[in-house]
C-alpha cells in the first residue's frame, strides 16, 4: 500500500514536504491508525498523536485524502491509494501531523463550557425529564478531535476571533441544558461580528464530523434563540 | 550542564484523569495553587473511555443503601479488600454522583426525571439476596461525560494545566520527603522541574501490559514505576482484571451494561452457559467469575468461530430502541471495528486485560503509606496517589463493574482534603537538592546514546507478548517462571537498547522507551506476585492452587524493585462503623 505523509521536524528540516512510503504488510480490518503504526515501526522518526484507538480520545485528528478524521476509525480498505495524509489544516505544525491546538482550545474555553447554576445546590440531583435529556444527544458526545474547526474556512482566517464550529457546539450543548442557568450571559457572550456570525453556513464541518455531530445545526439553533431574544 | 527551568507551585498532580481532576477541583476550589501534568491533553486521558457507569446507592430503580453496596464490594474483591475503604467508599458515593450532577454530568434519565440506573455484575439488595441496580450511567458514554464535565468544572476553577508534558520521576530530599518532579515538554523536549509541597500521583492504569487489551496506548503505568524507583513499593500487584467481554482478537470493550441491560452470553451449542456456572446471576456474575468461565468453555472446546477462540455476546434481542438508546457507543464500535450491528448480530467477546487492582499502597486519604525500612508502614511524607495507580484497597482481588469511577471520583476528593490540610500546615516549601534533579535527569539521557541497538517497539510487543503467554485468566508455577526468565531478558536488552531518533520536538519515540523501561518494572511486579500467591482468589487463579487459602493468603503483597523483592502485610478487616464481613465461600 502507497503513502504519501506530510514530513516536517524543525530540528533537521527547513521545509515541510511529503514523504513517499510503502506499507508491505496490510491485513484485512487494519484501520490507517495501525498502517501508520506499523510505517513508525519501518521509520521511527514518523510523529502522529493518538491514544485509545476507538475514536474516543479525540488525540488523531489528520487529513486524510483531503478530509479530516480520525485515523483510528478510518478502515484503510476504504482510502483510494497513494493515500495522502497531512496535519489538520490551517494550524501551526509542529512536527509532521501534530498540530499546535492552542487556538482550539482557547476558543473552547471561551464559550464557558460549564454548567452555571445560580440556584442553591441541593442534596439530591436536579430533575430533568428524558425529552430535555434528549436534547443533549448529539452534543455532549464531542471529543474534541478539531476535525470540524481546523475544516472550516472561517477559523482558517480568524482563528482567534471566530469561535469555530467545534466551541459553539458547546456552546450550544449548555445553553440548551434545562440546569444551566446563565443564557442571557451567554448569548450576551456571543454577540458581536466574529464569534458567531462569521460562520457562513458553509457545512464542512458537519461533513467531517467522525462523531456525526452537527456543529452547524447548533449553530442554527443559537442564531434562532438569539433572534427570539431579541425580540 | 545548562541550568534546568523551574516552577514553583503549592500542589503537584501528575495525570489529568478523573482522579487528579476531582483532586485538581477540590484543591483549586479551595484556592491552593495547582499544576496538573497530563501527557496527553486532559480530555484524552483513559477515563474518556469508560461506559457502563458508576455505583452509588442512589435507589432510584429500586431499594438500596449503602451498607448493601459495601457488603458487594468486599465480597466482589473475594475479601482481600480494606473493609475500612470500602465503608469510606460507599458510603460516600451517592453524595458524590450527585456533585457530579450538579457539575453537569449529562446522566440519562428515568421518566421521573431522576438520574438512569441499570444492573451491573455483582451487585445484590439485602447482602446478596436478588439483583441490585446501583450502576448511575450516561448512555454507555459515562466515563466520557464525567471526565469532560471535570475537566471543564477545573477551567472554571482556574487550575493550572501543563498539557502534554511527561513526567520522568519523582524528586525527594535526603529525608525522604516528596518535592516534586521532573518533566519534559512534549513539544520542545525542553525539562522541566515543578517544585511543590506535595506531589500527587494519578496516572492511572498499565493495560499495556498485555498484547489483548482494552487500555489505550498511554497506559503504561508510569507513576507506578516512578513510585517503584522512588523506593515504594507497590501493592498486590498479581491481581489484573480480565474483563470478560472484549471485542475478539482486538480488545475494545464492550461494556458490562450490554449484559446489565438483558444481554446474555452463547457458547457453540448457543447454549447460556453462564446458567452453569453461576446459577443466581448468571451472566451477571462478578467479572473474574465470567471471564473464568469463557475461558474454560473455549478451553473444553466449546468456543465458537472457525478456531472456537471466543464465544458470543447477545443483545439483539433486546431490540433496537434500547440498543440505539442504552448502547449506542458500544453500537458504534461493533459497526466500525466488526462490520456488524448488534440490533442482528451476535458480538464476538473473549476476556481481555482491562483493570490492575493493584498499584501505590494508600490509605483512605490518599496518603501514600509504606514500610521503609522494615519498621511498621508509615506515611511518605508529601507523596499521595489515587484512581487505578493506587491500591487503597476498595477492589482487593477482583474489582466490581462501576467501582472504578466510583474509586477515583472518592479518593481523589479525599486526597485533594488531606492535601489542603498538609498545605496548612506546611506553609513553606522545603529546599529541593540539586543531585535529585540530577539522578531523574540521568534517566533522560540515558536515550541520548547513539549508535546500534534493539528497538524500542520491538522488545515492547515481546514484554506484552509474554505477559499475555504467561500471566493471563489461568496461570501455574511452571508457566509464570518461565514468564519471570524472559521478563528478567527482556529488562537486560533494554540496557542496549537505543534510539534513531535524537531529535528533541515532539519526540514521540523518546516518550515510549521511557514508557516501556516503566512497563518492564511494572511487568516484573506483576509476575512475581502472582508466581508467590499459592492460592486462588478473585482474579488470580492458580491452576496448581485452585482453592482460596484464608489462613495463609489473607494478605496484602508488597513488590520492592530494589532486589526484586515481596513482603506482605495484613488486610484491614475492621471497617469503620459496621460490623466485619468475614470471609465465606464466594457463589453467585
Ligand atoms: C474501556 C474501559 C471502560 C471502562 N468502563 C468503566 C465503567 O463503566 N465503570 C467504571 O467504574 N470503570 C470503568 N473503567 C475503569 C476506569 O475507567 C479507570 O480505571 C479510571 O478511569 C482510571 O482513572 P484515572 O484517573 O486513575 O486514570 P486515567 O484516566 O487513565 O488518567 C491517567 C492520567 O495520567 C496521565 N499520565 C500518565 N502517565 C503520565 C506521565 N508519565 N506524565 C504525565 N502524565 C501522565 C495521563 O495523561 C492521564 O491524564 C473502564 C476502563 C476501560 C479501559
Ligand atoms: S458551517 Fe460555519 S462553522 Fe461549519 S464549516 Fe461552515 S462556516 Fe465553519
Ligand atoms: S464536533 Fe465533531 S469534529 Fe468537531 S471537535 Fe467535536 S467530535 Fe470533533
Ligand atoms: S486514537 Fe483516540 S480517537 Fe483515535
Redesign the pocket.
Known sequence: MRFKIYRYNPDTDTEPYMQEVELKETHPGMMLRDALLALKEQDPSLSFRHSCGEGVCGSDGMNINGKNGLSCITPLAELKEPIEIRPLPGRPVIRDLVVDMGDFFDQYRAVKPYQIRKDPQKDVEILQSPIDRDKLDGLYECILCGCCSTACPSFWWNPKRFLGPAALLQSWRFLTDTRDQAEQERLDDLDGPYKLFRCHTIMNCLDVCPKGLSPTSAIGKIKELMLKKAI | MTKIAKRVFDTLI???????LRAALQLSQADAQVAV????F?TR???V??????NAALANVSEDNWHWHMYDTIKGSDYLGDQDAIEYMCRAASKLVYELEHYGVPFSRLDNGKIYQRPFGGQSQNFGASQATRTCAAADR??HAILHTLYQQNIRAKSHFFDE???IDLLRDDEGTFLGAL?IDIATGEPLVIEAKTTFI????C?QLFRTT??AH??TG??MAMALRAGVPLQDMEFFQFHPTGIAGKGM?I?EGARGEGGYLLNKDGERFMERYAPNVKDLASRDVVSRAIATEVREGRGCGPKGDHVMLQIAHLGADVVKKRLPGIRDLCQTFLHIDPIDTAIPVFPTA??VMGGIPTDRHGQVVATFHDGPEEVVSGLYAA???ACVSVHGANRL??????D?LVFGRAAGNQIIKHLKEHRYHKPLQEDAIDKAMQRLERWDKKGEGESVATLKAELKQVMENHCSVFRTAVVMQEGVDEIKKIRERLKDARLQDHSRVFNTSRIEALELENLVDISMATMLGALAREESRGAHSRIDFPTRDDKTWMKHSLYHLDGDRLDFKPVRTKPLTVETFPPKERVY
Not at chain 2, 463493574?401 to 466510583?406: T, V
Request: aromatic fraction near 6%; proline fraction near 2%.
Open positions: 501528575l495525570g489529568a484523569g478523573g482522579a487528579g501534568v497530563s501527557k496527553v486532559p486521558s483513559h477515563t473511555a469508560a461506559q457502563g457507569g458508576v459515562t466515563g508534558y511527561f513526567a518533566v494519578a496516572t492511572g492504569g493495560g482494552t487500555n498511554i497506559n508510569d507513576g470493550l461494556t482491562h483493570y484512581g487505578e495507580c463493574g462501576g467501582n472504578s469511577l466510583l477515583i
